[in-house]
């Protein structure tokens, strides 16, 4: 029945229209993207003006209320890019996943994003802004 239920919620997502980050900045200059779709959460975290030495970008995935450990495989028309999750978290510090994770964030507005186990679909209004800096060290 749990199987059944996660499937018919995956299904409806298929049809749910564009949404849109939402972009606050912090008190510290950190711009912190969300983006709720269904089941999954994405919140970015950018560092742009260096609050943080190394600067501390990051993604922060929740499925289902959870932090997932393991494979991920973020894919869209430009690419796609897989790494592991650990409680839910990539950031600058994983190199080049940090890197074509972001990227591709901000090249599209159509993704696939498959993590334990689901492939949600997620259609943004627009592309994620370019606050990141991806390759910044």
Known sequence: MKLFLKGAMLAALA????????????????VIN???????????ICDPGGAFIPAADQAILTLEG?????????????????GTLEAGLIS?????IW?????LLMTGSRFDLTVADQTIT???KSALPE???PGRS
């Open 15 to 30: 049809g749910t229209p564009a949404i849109a980050w939402q972009t606050q900045t912090d008190f510290r200059g950190l």
């Open 34 to 44: 969300d983006l709720v779709q269904g089941p999954l959460e994405i919140k970015v």
């Open 66 to 82: 959870q932090l997932p450990d393991g494979p991920f495989t973020l894919s869209a028309d430009t690419g796609s890019v897989s």
């Open 92 to 96: 600058n510090r994983n190199g080049g």
């Open 99 to 103: 890197t074509s994770f972001a990227r």
């Open 122 to 124: 997620i259609q943004t």
């Open 131 to 133: 606050t990141c800096l």
